[in-house]
């Protein structure tokens, strides 16, 4: 194989439309763009939103939807069925323990919260910043207690 005998894959590479080159090319005169308007002319066609004119559906829109509260608290969340799985009966749940079996990732960043999801059969002391009222439910059931 050598220079002179490569050429591209076949339909890879189209010849450029030359346009405005007399009749008898098919594409002289208006150069393929019908009469008048404004599409005819140079840099005619607007860009995408362009209405005619008319206000733009993104300009008629409101700008900015709703707020951040600046004062939301964010918690860690633990179900009470995952503490059914890493914990044994009878023992202590804090931030801490929560912390060491891999449950949350931070002790100190984000409080802890223990929510309803899941079954319960062993009995614990939870001790966290906050439980919801299921969780606490299904824990005093199961014979454990909430400080």
Known sequence: MELHHLSPAPGSTKKRKRVGRGHGSGLGKTSGRGQDGQASRAGGTKGPGF???????????????????????????????????????????????????????????????????????????VSVDKVSATAKEKIENAGGTVE
């Not at 008629?60 to 503490?83: C, D, H, I």
């Not at 804090?94 to 929510?115: C, F, Q, R, Y």
Request: glycine fraction near 12%; charged fraction near 25%; avoid cysteine.
């Open 51 to 125: 209405e005619g004119g008319q206000l733009p559906l993104y300009m008629r829109l409101p700008k900015l939807g709703g707020f951040t509260n600046r004062n939301r608290q964010e918690y860690a969340v633990v179900n009470v069925g995952r503490l059914e799985e890493v914990f044994e009966a009878g023992d202590t749940i804090s931030a801490e323990t929560l912390h060491e079996k891999g449950v949350i990732k931070s002790a100190v960043k984000l409080p802890v919260k223990v929510l309803g999801h899941g079954d319960l059969s062993k009995s614990f002391t």
